[in-house]
């Protein structure tokens, strides 16, 4: 079994700037995509951000210039550094991976969810 768990969520107001964490752990695995998804209730959750193996980074348009996604892959850590936080980034963002491990193959693991809310 592999777990991840999320950290850093909180309050802000909007303008600021806060850093989420999510950190893989388990035994004979490695991890290939890594994304940052968030969700609002009531509504699909959508994709934030994703980073490969490679450190290639995709974003939504709506984060695009705002939001840095990194990762240490000796950590198996993905990070999202979130900056000039507005009122409609306020969700639980979830972390999620495509991990290998042995005499499974590939399976997709999902965070416990964090809660980030952007209000003055």
């Known amino acids: 079994q592999v777990q991840l768990v999320e950290s850093g969520g909180g309050l802000v107001q909007p303008g600021g700037s806060l850093r989420l964490s999510c950190a893989a752990s388990?035994?004979?695995?490695?991890?290939?995509?890594m994304y940052w998804y968030r969700q609002v209730p009531g509504e699909q959750r959508v994709l934030v951000a994703r980073i490969t193996s490679s450190l290639n980074t995709n974003y939504a348009d709506s984060v695009k210039g705002r939001f840095t996604c990194s990762r240490d892959n000796a950590k198996n850590t993905v990070y999202l550094q979130m900056n000039t936080l507005k009122p409609e980034d306020t969700a639980v963002y979830y972390c999620?991976?495509?991990?290998?491990?042995?005499?499974?193959?590939?399976?997709?693991?999902w965070g416990q969810g964090t809660q980030v809310t952007v209000s003055s």
């Open positions: 999620c991976a495509d991990v290998w491990k042995s005499g499974l193959g590939y399976q997709t693991y």
């Open positions: 388990g035994t004979d695995f490695s991890i290939n995509t």
